[in-house]
Every structure is written in C-alpha cells, then in structure tokens.
C-alpha cells in the first residue's frame, strides 16, 4: 500500500485547509482503516483524526480537531481527506497520512503498516 499525501501550505490563523491522500493500489483500499497524524516541532507524532473502512463508517478524532476538522474517504476516488477549519497556531506541524487494516494498530500510532510521506502546515497568527 502506498499512500501519496497533498494541500499542505500556510494559512492565517481561522482560515481552512484540506489535506488529500491518494491510496493505492485501488484494490486495497476499501480493506484498510485510514487516518490523519501531525507532528509539530519538538512534539511527538499525535492522532489527530481516523476512519474506519467499513460499518459507517466510524471515525474519531484528537480533543483538539472536534468541531473543527473531518475526516472522510472516498472509496470511488480512493482517496482520504482531512478538511481542517478554524485553523490555529497550535495546529502548525506536519501531517501524515496512514493506513492499516487493524484498527486497533491505527489508534495506536506506533504500530501503523503504512504511512505517507508528510505534508507541511503552517498557520500564522
């Protein structure tokens, strides 16, 4: 599985961004759970939004991006995307996209089989 991440950039704070992630091949991607990490400077990589690949589909997200980003896939597209509004300083870091069909593995973070490569946010006040 391979995953290609896009639509990082700078943005004033409250402004938006959409993050998109290309998964292939195609055939694999309605089996694998999906998700959105950041890491910012000096900080540890955190969760900031995951998508199940079936049954809803569920999805869950970090304290800090409910109510403020959302996560969907688009199985036709093969596509993850993470909409994020009412940006912040704080969410400055670069974001990674992941996949894994355990979804435990993917809420976990440090257990994930697939990973892109990151895409740079930077918000300014």
């Known amino acids: 599985v391979q995953l290609q991440a896009s639509g990082g950039g700078s943005v004033q704070a409250g402004g938006s961004l959409r993050l998109s992630c290309a998964v292939s091949?195609?055939?694999?991607?309605?089996?694998?759970?999906l998700g959105w990490f950041r890491q910012a400077p000096g900080k540890e990589r955190e969760l900031v939004a995951i998508i199940s690949a079936t049954g809803g589909p569920v999805r869950e997200y970090s304290d800090s991006a409910k109510g403020r980003f959302t996560i969907s896939r688009d199985n036709a597209k093969s596509t993850v995307e993470l909409q994020m509004n009412s940006l912040k300083p704080e969410d400055t870091a670069v974001y990674y996209c992941?996949?894994?069909?355990?979804?435990?593995?993917?809420?976990?973070?440090?257990?994930?089989?697939?990973w892109g490569q990151g895409t740079l946010v930077t918000v300014s006040s």
């Open positions: 091949p195609g055939r694999t991607f309605t089996r694998v759970a």
């Open positions: 992941a996949a894994d069909m355990d979804w435990v593995h993917l809420r976990s973070g440090t257990r994930v089989h697939y």
